[in-house]
């Protein structure tokens, strides 16, 4: 009889390798094996099973390329390998492992709304993104794993005039 044993990982205030807050939203498995976790309040993690440690991802004003916001409601990996994280507040971010930077997508790029309550990708490439205020067609740049913000990719949004029930979508 196999048995199964749990591992309990949590915040604790003198290690930045731990979990960086015990409030957790999103857990999400990605194709290399990493288990990424959302909190409400304090950012992103990547779990590391090798170390048992946390690698922290947090909105730090002095760094644009920081995460944009610490409240986390979503993440998806396209088929493309990006991870596009969906928080609410701050829009969509799109993670670039290999230098981990954010790119920010938010109503100031042409996204119907910043909270966001899901992300799909169609078979065309196009990130379907729900808000609290209608879906949001998104068209990534093509040079998406290395866009410097010149390449913003395009937003169609809808809401009830397109047949939406209500604004409210997830």
């Not at 044993?5 to 498995?29: G, I, K, M, P």
């Not at 990547?46 to 920081?66: E, G, L, V, W």
């Not at 971010?93 to 119907?112: E, I, M, P």
Request: net charge negative; hydrophobic share 30%; aromatic share 12%.
């Amino acid at each position: 009889e196999e048995k199964m044993t749990f591992t309990r990982y949590q915040n604790e205030a003198d290690s930045v390798a731990s979990l960086s807050s015990n409030l957790v939203s999103f857990l999400f498995l990605d194709r290399d094996g990493w288990l990424w976790v959302g909190t409400d309040e304090a950012g992103l993690n990547r779990f590391d099973p090798a170390t048992q440690t946390f690698d922290r991802f947090t909105f730090d004003r002095t760094n644009p390329k920081s995460i944009n916001n610490n409240n986390i409601t979503g993440i998806y990996q396209g088929r493309s390998g990006l991870l596009w994280i969906g928080t609410n507040g701050g829009g969509l971010n799109r993670l670039d492992l290999a230098t981990k930077s954010f790119t920010h997508y938010d109503q100031a790029n042409g996204l119907v709304n910043n909270v966001i309550c899901g992300i799909l990708e169609d078979d065309d490439g196009n990130l379907w993104v729900g808000t609290s205020r209608g879906i949001s067609r998104f068209t990534p740049p093509l040079d998406s794993p290395h866009d410097e913000g010149g390449n913003r990719g395009v937003f169609r949004n809808y809401d009830i005039p397109d047949g939406l029930m209500n604004k409210g979508f997830n």
